[in-house]
């Protein structure tokens, strides 16, 4: 099983039919969160939305679509981190109160959620959800501060963690970034209007230009006086701790995120792997799709030639992923087949972006074992992650992860492997254009950027096992 995203989020302002634009644009997202997804439109004065489970496609048709009008919309795919798979915690969340009727798109994951639940609860606020996404709103409706900027900012001020927001009224597109900058969120400019979305890719479909990612601590808005931002974090900024797993194996490959191509990031990762464990192989090969990349850089860095062995059926949906340990082979079946003609007597190297829990990849590696390969080098784009992640990746407790209680060489004879490589600390984040103290790289080390509350380990376990 791979490491699930929490969210993709999308906002669009001052655009005809806003909803078709945010319809795309969660296309072009759909990777970030596959449980759910939902739009809200607003045509200035009405509020309207249409959420469901499953994805895009299942979620919302092309007819919901003409019942969404006006030129404001946020739309968001979900994966949930937090909350479990219920409808009512279907994004984007719309609440009115007293001031205000607010839609609010998150992707991120807070670390104070149980302790400002607590506040709130006490003082009379009633939850729709149990996702941490509806705080804010409720963080809100209790301010004083009558003016919807000026009651965010007080608002935002009091989360910790991380979170990239879209948050809609009536009129008004904002779209936040949390101090440290965890997860990535840019703007986007179209003739007359504006866009907000996740990942760069999303403006590609849409049509829209990238402007610039918005800054970690930032609040813009977009409204009928145009394009304003200012901070809510306070000064001197605090240190980024950008996720580096949106480079490794979350964003997609034809993205820019914290200031760099996601697929040259990845050539770069597979390059640093092979001179930090190169092999005497005669095909090097991805495992699809995230391996693809780093299998060129390792190839063009070793010399060894480049192949394409694992073939993936992008038709298996998420329809046919059994929940247990025991179907995950099965589900390797479903989705990937081997080209015997690549692997029959070869040495191979199989380059990986990750390993979880090692169970997919050791039914990978059976595949590629029975197909006839000689031997299998497995080579991984990133260090052993031995620690759960708190900030919106939903890895499983430290004893469920692979690498957690094993050394490296336990976990290359589990999974049945010649050898088993890892890129280092430093090969991972030599491949970035950002100084590696701008990257949060807690999943590997243990060190994270910023504390949780109490029992944020045992509130995440229980979570990620509540099936609706
Ligand atoms: Fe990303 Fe790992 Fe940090 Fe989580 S702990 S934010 S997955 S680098």
Redesign the pocket.
Known sequence: MK?RESCGVVGIYGVPDAAVKVYYALYALQHRGQESAGIVASDGERVRSKKDLGLVRDAISRADLAHLPGHIATGHVRYSTTGAKRVQNIQPLVIEYARALVAVAHNGNLVNARTLRHELGERGAIFQTSTDSELIVHLMAGSRIADVKECLTESLRKLSG?FSFVIMTQDKLFGVRDPQG??PLCIGKFKDGWAIVSETCALDLIGADFVREIEPGEIVCADSDGLSSWRFADEPRPKR?H????HVYFARPDSYVFGDSVHMVRVGLGKNLAREHPAGADVVMPLPDSGNSVALGYSRESGIPFDLGIIRNHYVGRTFIMPGQTDRVEDVNLKLNVVKESVRGKSVVLVEDSIVRGTTLKAKLGMVRRAGAKEIHIRISCPP?C???????D?PTKKELVAGQRSVDEVRKFLGADSLGYLSEEGLLAAVSGPPED??????TGR??VACEAGMEDKLALESRVVS
């Open positions: 490491a991380a965890f997860r701790a996720c580096i797993f949106e992650i620690f759960p992640c708190y900030y919106g990746i890895f990257y949060c790289v807690a999943c590997f994270y950027p």
